[in-house]
């Protein structure tokens, strides 16, 4: 059963900086990507980034610059979503999901809210 854990959510000011963590645990055959989503209240769920198993990385248009992903070499199924420069439209819950035999997966976390407000 495939676990995801989710944390570093939190409230902070406009221009600020937080910095996400994400495990992906229990019975994975291959992830062959693992992507950071955000839906927003009364929005669709959006892809923000995501990094490949050969260390390719995209970025939505909205979070370039801004936003970067990363892996833990050290710990396998660990991804990282440092974002700086916030803007109050950053505000969603972030969620972190593995691609799996060319799917996202169906199973979610329960995501950690990040909330840019002054």
């Known amino acids: 059963q495939l676990q995801i854990v989710e944390s570093g959510g939190g409230l902070v000011q406009p221009g600020g900086s937080l910095r996400l963590s994400c495990a992906a645990s229990?019975?994975?055959?291959?992830?062959?990507?693992m992507g950071w989503f955000r839906q927003a209240p009364g929005k669709q769920r959006e892809l923000v980034a995501d990094?490949?198993?050969?260390?390719?990385?995209?970025y939505a248009d909205s979070v370039k610059g801004r936003f970067t992903i990363s892996r833990d070499n050290a710990k396998k199924n660990t991804v990282y979503l440092q974002m700086n420069s916030l803007k109050p439209e950053d505000t969603a819950v972030y969620y972190c999901?593995?691609?799996?035999?060319?799917?996202?997966?169906?199973?979610w976390g329960q995501g950690a809210q990040v909330t840019v407000s002054s």
């Open positions: 999901n593995p691609k799996i035999v060319g799917r996202w997966n169906a199973i």
């Open positions: 229990g019975s994975i055959f291959r992830i062959e990507a």
């Open positions: 990094v490949t198993s050969d260390g390719t990385t995209n």
